[in-house]
């Protein structure tokens, strides 16, 4: 990996890359319903073509060899396999609420049981913390003090 370089050089060919993120049928997948797992978050696969989709998003088609799967990627889906992994609970787009009060300052800016969305996954911290986005603000927050804002309807990452 190229780690300066965000564009069609930071993944060579044959290279291994761990996907940070369920990879859901988006109807380019032949064969399987839309919104269906192809690949799960923290697979490893081996980069085997890059290409580009409406001339301005680089996509690397990777091979997960244990899936039997071709997928595309866009390079912000994709770490180099021998880096750090600390998976974490929720990602991009779930629907979070707040166990507590969290405040800025002595002032609450979002209330215990106020429903955000995760924008990023920050997995280099310990425990994990995820930019949550609430009405009218985003904030850090630790995986810690979430909760799925739909449990009935949330399925719990596999281990």
Same mark, same amino acid.
């Given at each position: 990996?190229?780690?300066?370089?965000?564009?069609?050089?930071?993944?060579?060919?044959?290279?291994?890359?761990?996907?940070?993120?369920?990879?859901?049928?988006?109807?380019?997948?032949p064969g399987m319903a839309?919104?269906?797992?192809?690949?799960?978050?923290?697979?490893?696969?081996?980069?085997?073509?890059?290409?580009?989709?409406?001339? @301005?998003? #680089?996509?690397? !088609?990777?091979?997960?060899?244990? +899936? %039997?799967?071709? $997928?595309?990627?866009?390079?912000? &889906?994709?770490?180099?396999?021998?880096?750090?992994?600390?998976?974490?609970?929720?990602?991009?787009? @779930?629907? #979070?609420?707040? !166990?507590?009060?969290?405040?800025? +300052? %002595?002032?609450? $800016?979002?209330?215990?049981?106020? &429903?955000?969305?995760?924008?990023?996954?920050?997995?280099?911290?310990?425990?994990?913390?995820?930019?949550?986005?609430?009405?009218?603000?985003?904030?850090?927050?630790?995986?810690?003090?979430?909760?799925?804002?739909h449990p009935e309807a949330f399925v719990?990452?596999?281990?």
């Amino acid at each position: 990996m190229i780690e300066e370089r965000f564009d069609e050089e930071r993944f060579d060919f044959g290279e291994a890359v761990r996907v940070t993120r369920n990879v859901r049928n988006d109807g380019t997948y032949p064969g399987m319903a839309i919104g269906e797992l192809l690949v799960r978050r923290g697979s490893v696969g081996h980069v085997i073509e890059m290409g580009t989709f409406l001339q @301005d998003q #680089v996509i690397y !088609t990777v091979h997960f060899l244990d +899936q %039997g799967r071709m $997928v595309g990627c866009r390079a912000e &889906e994709l770490v180099p396999a021998d880096a750090p992994w600390n998976p974490s609970r929720f990602e991009f787009r @779930d629907k #979070v609420v707040s !166990t507590i009060d969290l405040g800025i +300052q %002595g002032e609450i $800016v979002a209330e215990q049981g106020q &429903e955000g969305e995760i924008l990023k996954v920050l997995r280099d911290f310990k425990p994990i913390q995820y930019y949550v986005r609430f009405p009218g603000r985003t904030l850090q927050v630790p995986e810690t003090v979430l909760q799925p804002a739909h449990p009935e309807a949330f399925v719990e990452p596999e281990d």
